[in-house]
C-alpha cells in the first residue's frame, strides 16, 4: 500500500516536498516511482529511484529542480520539488513495483501499486 501526501497551493519559485509512505513491503526490493497527471493531459513520469541499486532518473521537465531519495527506516519515498513553476501544476502520484529496470523507471505500466495521489498547484 502507498500513501501519498504533501500536495498543497504554492507560489511559482517555491518548494514542497512530496512524501510516499509504503507499508506492507520494504523499499530495498521495489522501485518507487513519482508520476503526475495534469488536467486533459495523459500520466507522465516524473522521476524514479531503483530498488536495489539506488539509481535514480529524471525527466527532463524537471531536471535540476526535483530530486527523489527514500528512507529505508521510515520506509517512505520523498519527491523534493524546488523552483515550482504553473506548468507543473498536476495531481501527482507515487508508484511501486519489483524488478524494474533503470530504462522503465519513468514508464507507468511498468509499475503493479499505485498511491491516490496529491494535488500540486502552482499559482499566484
Known amino acids: 500500500q502507498l500513501q501519498a501526501s504533501g500536495g498543497g497551493l504554492v507560489q511559482p519559485g517555491g518548494s514542497l516536498r512530496l512524501s510516499c509512505a509504503v507499508s506492507?513491503?520494504?523499499?530495498?526490493?521495489?522501485?518507487i516511482g513519482w508520476f503526475r497527471q495534469a488536467p486533459g493531459k495523459g500520466r507522465e513520469g516524473v522521476s524514479g529511484i531503483a530498488s536495489r541499486s539506488g539509481s535514480t532518473s529524471v525527466a527532463d521537465s524537471v531536471k535540476g529542480r526535483f530530486t527523489i531519495s527514500r528512507d529505508h527506516a521510515k520506509k517512505t519515498a520523498y519527491l523534493q520539488m524546488n523552483s515550482l513553476r504553473p506548468e507543473d501544476t498536476a495531481v501527482y502520484y507515487c508508484?511501486?513495483?519489483?524488478?524494474?529496470?533503470?530504462?522503465?523507471?519513468?514508464?507507468?505500466?511498468?509499475?503493479?501499486?499505485w498511491g491516490q495521489g496529491t494535488l500540486v498547484t502552482v499559482s499566484s
Open positions: 506492507g513491503f520494504s523499499l530495498g526490493y521495489y522501485a
Open positions: 508508484a511501486a513495483s519489483q524488478t524494474i529496470i533503470y530504462s522503465q523507471l519513468g514508464v507507468p505500466s511498468s509499475y503493479a501499486y
